[in-house]
């Protein structure tokens, strides 16, 4: 009788303790759009913990026509504070999907900023998440 509510009490801690883990760790996501010919930058009201970070984009380059271009541009997504900017690798808007990695960064209020980084096409448009 004893083991029996021994081993109930131990099933019941470690469903506690497994619930509690797997919600508290939860994806935290920011979702931004963008229509950009040089940049465009949000306001500084996005709170980003002191986490690994990453970016998921998804662009495309066109023409001054808005066709889609055969040549494609580059971008870069910013996370941007007071004094400290975490940036990804260059990304190709090419209309497939990209995730870049920021690395772990400050706890803070942050602006998204993205950045078209060559003179290749007319615009970039596309759509992202900021995860952690």
Known sequence: MKNE?????????LLGV????SSSSL??????DFNIRASIESARNNHFRNRATTSFTVAQTYTPQMRISGSKSA???????LLRTYQTTNILADGMSHNRSFGI????????????WDNVGD??????????
């Open 123 to 132: 615009r970039i448009m596309g759509w992202g998440e900021i995860r952690q």
């Open 18 to 21: 497994v619930f509690y883990t």
């Open 105 to 116: 960064i400050a706890d803070a209020q942050y602006s998204i900023r993205v950045v078209k």
């Open 27 to 32: 994806v935290q996501a920011r979702t931004f």
């Open 5 to 13: 509510e021994t081993k109930k009490i131990a099933v019941g801690l």
């Open 75 to 81: 971008y870069r997504v910013e996370l941007r504070r």
